[in-house]
């Protein structure tokens, strides 16, 4: 039965996760012809910060959850309540520094006043979404993950409800009002996620007196796993986070104007990359069971299992990859029209679409190695690959490439990345 765990796992979050992906083929369709080209364009020009706030909010606790309670080294109520804490006095932290920074971030940064407004959005839906990670965290850690399948469904179906009847009327509004309401509505998603999870909370879940308070070895333990991981998330949402940034400066620099670079990149990300990256649930849900899968075999000293589950995730990833980077690449136009009612964006999967097979490895490598406890490892490589993307796209866009400044960058960074991590693995794994 045991055996059988990890294959079990990733097929219901696979099953769950093709559900979710459908439903949000179906958000994605109605949003995108909502708030049209103008719109979408706006939203993607702050989904850069919007990630970089998720990670910190969050603190990569799924991750830390999911590898402590798979050990059972510590009780769930005190990993949950130290969670808490932790993420608590962190949002409030964060709220607060978004609150005095989101008008300067809107206007000497992303060059565009109207930001500002989404930010403040987005700041606060950061409570919910880091709550949120905490029981998802736990439930992956027991390897329960029935109840993270159905939170998902149930929150892409709200979601299609609240764009169905109230996105219309605020867009009429105005379009300011619709890209604000759109991130807005993650506050309501993630609430039915929260309530989802309390359901299937075990009957005999009690918290005790002394649980209350913060149990030191317990915010050690999540600390030394989710600092070195939110560390190697947090570097690459750093480059997300400076890559319109850059590339908005410089390409005024040489002469772009900023209509072209807020069309094309609207297109790059909203479109292009967001097409590239739809298939990734099922690579997701690879890692998500990998995590406390290798934790365990770990903690049993059977490297046989752990090279066994390595070369599954390795191997499912890749057809993954594989066979949705061909489709993409050889129907890339009626996808584009299908979904998003454009062809905005068609050149860049023309010449993404073959690289993103090695994409897909990405995910499954840096889960490897933090199971096997080398999360710094990750943080080096992730840092790394963002200099040197960072430091293309700089280059490639004083070179007056446009928006191809970043599609090249891109590429670069997911070789670099990928040989990285695949050398250490090979070197941790296989040499011993």
């Known amino acids: 039965m045991r055996k059988n765990k990890f294959i079990t796992s990733t097929l219901i979050l696979m099953a769950g996760g093709a559900i979710t992906r459908l439903l949000g083929f179906i958000i994605k369709i109605i949003y995108t012809r909502m708030l049209g080209e103008s719109g979408v364009s706006l939203y993607s020009i702050v989904m850069p910060t919007y990630s970089l706030l998720i990670t910190l909010a969050s603190l990569s606790l799924p991750i830390s959850i999911s590898k402590i309670i798979a050990e059972r080294k510590i009780r769930s109520t005190k990993v949950l309540l130290s969670s808490t804490f932790i993420i608590g006095i962190l949002n409030i932290i964060l709220m607060s520094i978004m609150f005095f920074s989101s008008k300067f971030i809107a206007i000497h940064l992303l060059q565009n006043e109207q930001c500002y407004y989404l930010l403040i959005a987005m700041t606060l839906t950061l409570p919910f979404i880091s709550i949120s990670s905490i029981l998802k965290g736990y439930f992956f850690g027991r390897q329960r993950m029935i109840p993270n399948t159905i939170s998902n469904i149930l929150e892409q179906i709200v979601k299609i409800l609240l764009i169905l009847f109230l996105l219309p009327i605020l867009v009429k509004k105005s379009l300011l009002l619709g890209v604000i309401g759109f991130i807005l509505f993650n506050i309501v998603t993630e609430i039915v996620s929260i309530i989802t999870f309390l359901c299937f909370a075990p009957k005999k879940f009690t918290i005790q007196k002394k649980d209350i308070r ?75 069971s990998l995590i406390p899968e290798i934790s365990k075999y ?69 889960s490897m190695l933090q199971a096997l406890g080398h999360s710094k490892e990750t943080m080096k490589i992730t840092l790394i690959g963002e200099i040197i993307k960072i430091s293309s796209l700089s280059i490639f866009c004083l070179l007056k490439f446009g928006l191809y400044s970043l599609v090249y960058a891109e590429i670069i960074n997911i070789f670099v990345v990928v040989f990285l991590n695949i050398k250490k693995i090979k070197k941790i794994v296989f040499s011993s």
């Open 298 to 366: 770990l903690g049993e000293k059977n490297h046989t299992m752990i090279k066994r589950r390595f070369w599954q995730a390795m191997i499912f990833s890749f057809l993954i990859g594989f066979t949705f980077s061909t489709l993409i690449y050889f129907y890339r136009e009626p996808l584009l029209r299908i979904i998003y009612n454009t062809n905005l964006g068609i050149d860049y999967l023309k010449i993404l679409a073959p690289v993103f097979v090695l994409f897909y490895l990405e995910a499954p490598l840096m």
């Open 214 to 288: 913060p149990d030191h070895r317990t915010l050690k333990e999540i600390c030394a796993i989710s600092l070195p991981t939110v560390s190697s998330r947090f570097i690459g949402n750093i480059g997300f986070f400076l890559e319109p940034i850059i590339l908005t400066n410089i390409l005024l620099f040489v002469g772009f104007s900023n209509e072209y670079i807020l069309r094309e990149y609207g297109a790059y990300n909203a479109y292009t990359i967001a097409l590239l990256t739809m298939p990734s649930f099922f690579v997701g849900a690879v890692c998500s």
